[in-house]
């Protein structure tokens, strides 16, 4: 990779947020090394963490002296700051449906699709904790809401914003390298055909499998 500057991310490697700027540095060729960060310890927040992000979440970021945290700021700057491909769209129009689908992500797919339904159905068997079916009962309506929105907005030219990849795209692939894996996914995803197209294809990108655990 071409640059030879100091990049650190701080975080945990199955983080959804973790990923995201771990995506964005790999899709633009840069360096980095990710310092593993665990802020569920019986303990708390390691305290040397709380320096980096003072809320005590995840990621943290640093680049040649320079810190950084929350994750939209964080891979706003990697696109701005180093060579390469473009995350952002330069079209006004593009660079709003961009935003708009990092908004839903944000506010209301993640919650939803990750933790209501992937952790309480997939990593509940793991652990062998008995899941909350009431709690994913409740959260498919809005699934279904999310998934149709982020399928309806998304476009037929390879990536879920034009031909290229964007933050949107970055956003969405960690979330849907969990969501699938519950049993509730199947029909939902069966019924968003441009939505299992586009992860079919991102999903086998150079960048997923860099980032994969």
């Keep these: 990779m071409p640059t030879a500057e100091v990049v650190k991310v701080y975080g945990a490697a199955w983080s959804v947020y973790v990923r995201i700027v771990r995506l964005a540095l790999e899709e633009k060729q840069v360096n980095y090394d990710l310092i593993e960060v665990d802020v569920f310890t019986e303990a708390g927040v390691p305290r040397e963490h709380l320096k980096r992000h003072p809320f005590g979440r995840i990621p943290a970021f640093e680049h040649d002296g320079f810190d950084l945290y929350e994750t939209g700021a964080i891979v706003r700057y990697i696109d701005d700051a180093f060579p390469g491909c473009k995350l952002q769209p330069t079209d006004l129009k593009a660079r709003a449906r961009t935003n708009q689908i990092i908004g839903i ?12 339904i992937y952790v309480e159905r997939v990593v509940s068997a793991r652990e062998a904790r008995v899941a909350n079916d009431q709690k994913i009962a409740a959260a498919l309506a809005r699934a279904k809401v999310c998934l149709s929105e982020l399928d309806r907005l998304s476009d037929e030219r390879g990536f879920l914003v034009g031909s290229d990849v964007t933050l949107a795209d970055l956003y969405a692939a960690p979330i849907f390298a969990y969501f699938p894996q519950a049993p509730e996914a199947v029909p939902l995803m069966e019924e968003r055909k441009k939505l299992t197209c586009w992860w079919h294809r991102f999903s086998a990108r150079h960048s997923m499998s860099r980032t994969a655990l």
Excluded at 105 to 116: G, P
């Design 105 to 116: 992500l944000d506010a209301y797919a993640y919650r939803t699709l990750v933790w209501d």
